[in-house]
């Protein structure tokens, strides 16, 4: 089964400050999708940003973008000016091509510094 | 509002009861998932059904039983449960036939609070 790591299970950053959540990913197809959703207290998870594998152009959403490294299975996501509402727990998540199970990472919580 | 709706926000139940929860999609999806998450782990993929089959059931227990009489509608009937499986239960919905540059993201409901005591 493929696994999704996310080595920092607590991330904090000042307002209008940049940080980087760290994902890695294990997997022997060459096809597939990673994505990052966030998770605020509200419980609602809502995808930030997604990527293509086959795509070498890394994903950009406004604040958000990511550093996709294929041959390091490597997945970080950046947030630039960091806002208040960007704290919440941060998930990384797997999807083969053709399969529709997503695997999730165990998180990272960003807490945001006024 | 993602337009999965899960029902009831939260539940507390005895372990001899018998509950149900509700998904319900206004996305047109034709693929649903039932996933559970517990305190400091990861999301844990419980039961995934395409086109109201179930395709994936992830050694659930039985006490878990899911039911997806259309591709808009999915249930987790719950019976004689533990302690140990008050969680939080996410529904999700994604389109099913990837590679037709089609949304391949799930989306989730707000989940439903789950306590067993």
């Known amino acids: 089964a493929q696994t999704v790591t996310q080595s920092q299970p607590e991330m904090s950053v000042q307002e209008a400050e940049t940080v980087t959540l760290s994902c890695t990913y294990d997997t022997s197809e060459s096809d597939y999708y990673l994505f990052w959703y966030k998770q605020p207290p509200s419980r609602q998870m809502i995808l930030v940003i997604r990527q293509e594998a086959y795509k070498q152009q890394n994903a950009t959403e406004n604040r958000f973008s990511v550093n996709f490294q294929k041959a390091a299975k490597s997945f970080s996501l950046k947030i630039s000016d960091s806002q208040l509402g960007d704290a919440a727990m941060y998930f990384c998540?797997?999807?083969?091509?053709?399969?529709?199970?997503?695997?999730f990472g165990a998180g990272t919580r960003l807490t945001v510094k006024p | 509002e993602t337009g999965v709706t899960q029902t009831p926000r939260h539940l507390v139940m005895g372990m001899t009861n018998k509950k149900s929860l509700k998904c319900e999609q206004h996305?047109?999806?034709?693929?649903m998932y039932w996933y559970k998450q517990s305190a400091k782990k990861p999301l844990e993929l419980m039961f995934v059904?395409?086109?109201?089959?179930?395709?994936e059931n992830n050694s659930v227990p039985s006490r878990f039983s899911p039911e997806c009489p259309n591709s808009s509608h999915l249930f987790l009937h719950l019976h004689t449960l533990q302690p140990e499986d008050s969680a939080l239960y996410l529904c999700a919905s994604s389109q099913d036939r990837l590679g037709t540059g089609r949304r391949t993201e799930a989306f989730f409901g707000q989940g439903t609070r789950l306590t067993v005591v």
């Open positions: 996305l047109g999806h034709n693929a």
């Open positions: 059904y395409n086109f109201k089959e179930q395709t």
């Open positions: 998540a797997y999807r083969e091509y053709n399969n529709n199970d997503m695997r």
